[in-house]
């Protein structure tokens, strides 16, 4: 069975600062997709990012980008220029590809307090 | 607007009593289903279809069932809640064959039983 794994469960940033959020998954899969979503306190979920397995460059969407290590299984998640407005809890999740219902995956979560 | 509506937003019952979460989506979707949001454990899926009248388990679908006799609703019921079906609930959306699709969800159901 697919895992993923979010070790961090909260992590803080300075206002303007840039911090790393990781993940890793467990698959035998070849065809795949990953997804970090965003959860703010509206507990709306938000597609942030989204990354092909079989691309190998890293998917950027402004300020968010990812760095895939598909080898190792790893799949962070790096915020620029933090804002007050990134505070959410932030979930990564897998897809299989092929027939997969929609179904994704989701790692624990991890909370993200972003300071003035 | 494209959405998935879920309702009640809030919901507060007590044991046994059956209860029924609404969920409705306007973007002709095939994929619908269910999860269930708990501290430390992320998101899990309860119950997910394929199309009108399909329907399977997902990872939790113990004391849970699901219909889907019209594509564009999916509702989720207990018949018997407990205590330990606490917890946020979200109902989501996806076109079929698009696996890259994100996932539409909607704003989530917090249900509490007493």
């Known amino acids: 069975a697919q895992t993923v794994t979010q070790s961090q469960p909260e992590m803080s940033v300075q206002e303007a600062e840039t911090v790393t959020l990781s993940c890793t998954y467990d698959t035998s899969e070849s065809d795949y997709y990953l997804f970090w979503y965003k959860q703010p306190p509206s507990r709306q979920m938000i597609l942030v990012i989204r990354?092909?397995?079989?691309?190998?460059q890293n998917a950027t969407e402004n300020r968010f980008s990812v760095n895939f290590q598909k080898a190792a299984k790893s799949f962070s998640l790096k915020i620029s220029d933090s804002q007050l407005g990134d505070a959410a809890m932030y979930f990564c999740?897998?897809?299989?590809?092929?027939?997969?219902?929609?179904?994704?995956?989701f790692g624990q979560g991890t909370i993200l307090t972003v300071h003035p | 607007e494209a959405q998935v509506t879920q309702n009640p937003r809030y919901l507060i019952t007590v044991t046994g009593k059956k209860l029924t979460v609404t969920c409705s989506q306007n973007?002709?979707?095939?994929?619908m289903s269910w999860y269930r949001q708990d501290p430390g454990l992320g998101l899990r899926q309860i119950y997910y279809s394929m199309n009108v009248e399909v329907t399977d388990k997902g990872d939790v679908p113990e004391g849970y069932k699901v219909s889907r006799k019209e594509k564009r609703n999916f509702p989720l019921i207990l018949e018997s809640p407990s205590p330990n079906q606490t917890s946020l609930y979200f109902c989501?959306?996806?076109?079929?064959?698009?696996?890259?699709?994100?996932?539409?969800f909607g704003n989530g159901t917090r249900l509490t039983v007493t």
């Open positions: 990354q092909e397995a079989y691309k190998q």
């Open positions: 999740a897998y897809r299989i590809g092929g027939t997969s219902y929609g179904k994704l995956t």
């Open positions: 989501a959306s996806s076109p079929a064959g698009g696996d890259s699709s994100p996932l539409h």
């Open positions: 973007m002709n979707h095939e994929y």
